[in-house]
């Protein structure tokens, strides 16, 4: 895991893109978005009343899971949100438009394969990983 900081609201266990506007900053991903990791799956405060339920909000810092990352801290398998339509184990996952996993189509980047089939709304195990569907 490595910390980067917000460059808006992100939602837990979600897609995450580089921002061209600020270094070390992240964004929540949206549909065609090079995934670069997966925050979080924690709120960034305590589940009080009336607290937000974000990982991470603009000018904060945030945890992202990252592909590739080896020795302490390895992100073997993290939670993702699984958009609409579900997933089945085995397939690669892209950012829908709202950061959450959908099975990836030809042409577009993926940013995990899943551990575990799962249905849209549910988190499930992915493993971080990067590349684009020839």
Excluded: N
């Amino acid at each position: 895991m490595k910390a980067f900081a917000c460059g808006g609201t992100i939602e837990p266990a979600r897609f995450v893109k580089r921002s061209t506007a600020a270094d070390f900053t992240v964004l929540q991903a949206d549909a065609d978005a090079f995934p670069c990791g997966i925050s979080q799956r924690w709120a960034e405060v305590a589940p009080l009343v009336g607290a937000a339920s974000a990982a991470g909000t603009s000018g904060g810092l945030i945890q992202v899971h990252q592909p590739g990352m080896s020795g302490e801290g390895h992100d073997s398998t993290v939670w993702l949100m699984v958009g609409s339509g579900g997933v089945t184990r085995g397939a690669l996952l892209m950012p829908d438009a709202d950061g959450k996993g959908i099975t990836c189509t030809t042409g577009k980047y993926y940013g995990a394969i899943a551990d575990e089939s799962g249905a849209a709304g549910e988190y499930i195990r992915v493993t971080p990983i990067s590349g684009i569907l020839a």
